[in-house]
């Protein structure tokens, strides 16, 4: 399956912006749908974003029109954008990709959103 590592987390003030990446360990052009999910500490892990490998993209209600989420099939990268970030952002925030061989996920990269 293919290894996926997140970057770009961080701490940031509310209002503020920060990309996240998701780099794969092979190429993602076949990769049907590849994914940003995030857990809150003491909360269930929850949807953010998906994107189809023909660029069809969705978005849970909590982010739209905040957030937005890219792939760069030459760079084997999948982004979220995420701007006008709020205190209830704050997570851990995962990348998964789906194959027919089965799901993979990333270890998550940590946003805290505070001032």
């Known amino acids: 399956q293919v290894q996926l590592v997140e970057s770009g987390g961080g701490l940031v003030q509310p209002g503020g912006s920060l990309r996240l990446s998701c780099a794969a360990s092979?190429?993602?052009?076949?990769?049907?749908?590849m994914g940003w999910y995030r857990q809150a500490p003491g909360k269930q892990r929850e949807w953010v974003a998906t994107i189809t490998s023909g660029g069809t993209t969705r978005y849970a209600d909590s982010v739209k029109g905040r957030f937005t989420i890219s792939r760069d099939n030459a760079k084997n990268t999948v982004y979220l954008q995420m701007n006008s970030l709020k205190p209830e952002d704050t997570a851990v925030y995962s990348c998964?990709?789906?194959?027919?061989?089965?799901?993979?996920w990333g270890q998550g990269t940590q946003v805290t959103v505070s001032s």
């Open positions: 092979e190429s993602i052009f076949h990769i049907y749908v």
């Open positions: 998964n990709a789906v194959q027919v061989r089965g799901t993979s």
